[in-house]
C-alpha cells in the first residue's frame, strides 16, 4: 500500500465534496450532458407536476439549478421551487428559485434527485487471491489501488455476492440509506434517477469511472474529475419501498413520443417542421437505447394514484 492510500469512500467524499472539491468549484453541466439539460425533460416534469397537483418540486443534487430554470415558466407562480444542492447558488438563477444545502425535513410534492446516488460515494471492494473479500484503498494523487483490511458485509451478501478473486463491488449501502431517509420525507411522489442495475447482472468488475469536460478520462479522486459508479438500483428500491422503471417507459407514461413530424409540414411551415424536428431529437436522445432512455427511475408514490404508479 501506498503511504497516501486511504480506502476508496473516504478518498471520494474529499474529491468531489471535500473544501476544493470537483462540485464546490465547478458545475456538472460544464462536465457532462445530463437529461435536466434537455429542454423536453422539463416538459414531462411539468406535466408531471401539473397532474399530480404538487404544489412544492425540490430538486435534490441540482448542480447549477437547469432543471428548475426551465421548469419555471412551465409551472407558473402557484408551485415553490427548491434546489438543494451543496455547490453555491448561481448569480444568475431566478429569484422565484430557493436555493439551500439541505433538504426540508418534510416536502408536499414532487422530490426529484436526478444523478445524485451515483455521485454518492461508496466503500469499494475486491476478492483477494486468497478468497477474502477486502477494502479497496487508493492514492488520491495518482488513483493507484492497494488491497486493504477484510471486509464483511450484510449488503454485499445479499445484493452482491462475489465469488472469484479479482472481482469487486461498491457497496451500496450508503445510497440505500440516503434515498430511504430523503424519500421518506414525501408526501406526494419522490423520484430519483440514474444509471444502475440489478442482481442478476452486476458487473463483475464494478462501474468506478471518471469524467472531466465531456470525456471519460483516468480515474482518480484527486479534486479535479468526477467520480460516479453505477447505483444497484433495486437495493435502493427495496430500502424505499418503490417501484423500479426504466427512463424510456416512465416518459412514455408521461406522454413524450419520439416520432419525428409528418414531412408534409416541412411544406407548408418549415420553421414548425424545424422546431418539431429538434424536439423530436431531444425526446429521441431521453428515451435512447443505450443512454438515457436505459436509465432507472426509482419511484415511490404515496398517493398510489399517479401515471407513474403500477
Ligand atoms: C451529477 S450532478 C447532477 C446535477 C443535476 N441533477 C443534473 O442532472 O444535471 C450531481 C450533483 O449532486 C450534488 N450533490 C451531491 N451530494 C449532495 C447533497 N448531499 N446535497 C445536495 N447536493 C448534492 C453535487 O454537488 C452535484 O452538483
Known amino acids: 500500500m501506498t503511504k497516501r492510500a486511504v480506502p476508496w469512500r473516504q478518498a471520494w467524499e474529499s474529491a468531489l465534496y471535500g473544501e476544493d472539491g470537483f462540485f464546490r468549484s465547478t458545475r456538472p453541466a460544464e462536465h457532462f450532458r445530463t437529461s435536466a439539460h434537455v429542454g423536453v425533460f422539463a416538459e414531462a416534469i411539468a406535466d408531471l407536476v401539473g397532474q399530480s397537483g404538487a ?177 444497484a438500483v433495486d437495493s435502493v428500491a427495496a430500502a424505499a419501498g418503490a417501484q423500479l422503471m426504466r427512463q424510456r417507459d416512465a416518459l412514455a407514461r408521461l406522454g413524450l413520443d419520439g416520432g419525428r413530424p409528418a414531412l408534409d409540414l416541412a411544406q407548408s411551415d418549415p420553421m414548425a417542421y424545424l422546431t418539431a424536428l429538434g424536439r423530436a431529437g431531444d425526446v429521441g436522445e431521453l428515451l435512447a437505447n443505450g443512454g438515457l432512455g436505459d436509465f432507472w427511475w426509482i419511484i415511490t408514490d404515496t398517493t398510489g394514484h399517479g401515471r407513474l404508479s403500477e
Open 55 to 231: 404544489t412544492t418540486v425540490v430538486d435534490l443534487a441540482a448542480g447549477g439549478g437547469e432543471l428548475l430554470v426551465a421548469l419555471l415558466p412551465l409551472v407558473g407562480t402557484g408551485v415553490q421551487l427548491i434546489a438543494v444542492e451543496v455547490a453555491d447558488r448561481p448569480a444568475d438563477l431566478p429569484g422565484a428559485i430557493h436555493w439551500t444545502d439541505h433538504l426540508p425535513d418534510r416536502i408536499d410534492g414532487l422530490l426529484i434527485a436526478n444523478e445524485w446516488l451515483d455521485n454518492l460515494p461508496c466503500d469499494v471492494v475486491e476478492v483477494g487471491d486468497d478468497g477474502i473479500v477486502r477494502d479497496v484503498c487508493v492514492d488520491p494523487t495518482t488513483g493507484e489501488e492497494s488491497i486493504g483490511s477484510p471486509y464483511e458485509s450484510v449488503w454485499l451478501d445479499r445484493w452482491w455476492p462475489l465469488r472469484q478473486p479479482g472481482e469487486r463491488a461498491e457497496i451500496g449501502a450508503t445510497r440505500d440509506e440516503a434515498w430511504a431517509d430523503a424519500a421518506a420525507r414525501v408526501n406526494g411522489l419522490a423520484i430519483a434517477i440514474d444509471y444502475g442495475h440489478l442482481r442478476e447482472d452486476r458487473p463483475p468488475f464494478g462501474t468506478l469511472r471518471s469524467y472531466a469536460h465531456g470525456r471519460e478520462v483516468d480515474v482518480i479522486p484527486d479534486g479535479t474529475r468526477d467520480v460516479t459508479a453505477h447505483v
